[in-house]
């Protein structure tokens, strides 16, 4: 099983340069995430979907744009790098059964280093 | 919003002995759910194990039980027999109920483990 998978896995780009990160899940889940993991600081939510053609601002969205082109993917696109964007970024996914299945876990990719110079 | 604390950056193990790692989180929810999520070297975020706020019994996952205190809003995770492979970052991570609301991380706990 594939799972969750993010491409590519390690890129540095200049200042104001632009870039998308792509997320694919080929486990049919309704919802899609991307965070960042900085170090001490954890995963911070950037943006999520919660199903196929909505998307949400997470905890610290401004830099980033996402696109939910279907269901099973999910883009992070960053429009004019900045190195405050440098880090590690983990795209998930869950699959929502009911109001009161929230402890379905997320599952998530491998993560993509991002280094911008 | 809800907050999830990790006091511990780092801790360490003899192999084959126990330890705990501590979280704390701030929620005015009676619902929700708890995880501890493990990353290896290799990054991968690998559930350990989850507990449903709702249930009084403490989740137990082979060698990982947690200590879920609702009134004090604790949640800790005991690793028993520790192993090498155990070496990892651990995140405790908070989710609401209701919707498909994402998860809330601490910053997390490094763990090592001495031969």
């Known amino acids: 099983n594939a799972g969750v998978t993010q491409t590519p896995k390690f890129q540095v780009l200049k200042t104001g340069q632009s870039m998308t990160l792509q997320c694919a899940q080929d486990m049919n889940h309704n919802s899609m995430y991307w965070y960042r993991q900085d170090p001490g600081m954890g995963l911070r939510l950037i943006y999520y979907?919660?199903?196929?053609?909505?998307?949400d601002k997470g905890e610290v969205p401004n830099g980033y744009n996402v696109s939910r082109l279907n269901k099973r993917e999910f883009s992070l696109r960053l429009e004019s790098a900045a190195p405050s964007q440098t880090s590690v970024y983990f795209c998930?996914?869950?699959?929502?059964?009911?109001?009161?299945?929230?402890?379905?876990?997320?599952?998530f990719g491998d993560g993509t280093r991002l280094s911008i110079l | 919003a809800q907050t999830v604390t990790q006091s511990q950056p780092e801790m360490s193990v003899q192999e084959a002995e126990t330890v705990t790692l501590s979280c704390t989180y701030d929620?005015?929810?009676?619902?929700?759910?708890l995880f501890w999520y493990k990353q290896p070297p290799s990054r991968q975020m690998i559930l350990v194990i989850r507990q449903e706020a709702y249930k009084q019994q403490n989740a137990t996952e082979n060698r990982f039980s947690v200590n879920f205190q609702k009134a004090a809003k604790s949640f800790s995770l005991k690793i028993s027999d520790s192993q090498l492979g155990d070496a990892a970052m651990y995140f405790c991570?908070?989710?609401?109920?209701?919707?498909?609301?994402?998860?809330?991380f601490g910053k997390g706990t490094r763990l090592s483990v001495i031969a």
């Open positions: 929620t005015s929810e009676s619902d929700y759910y």
């Open positions: 979907s919660a199903s196929e053609g909505t998307t």
């Open positions: 991570a908070y989710r609401s109920d209701g919707g498909n609301t994402p998860l809330v």
């Open positions: 998930a996914s869950s699959y929502l059964l009911g109001l009161t299945l929230g402890n379905q876990p997320q599952h």
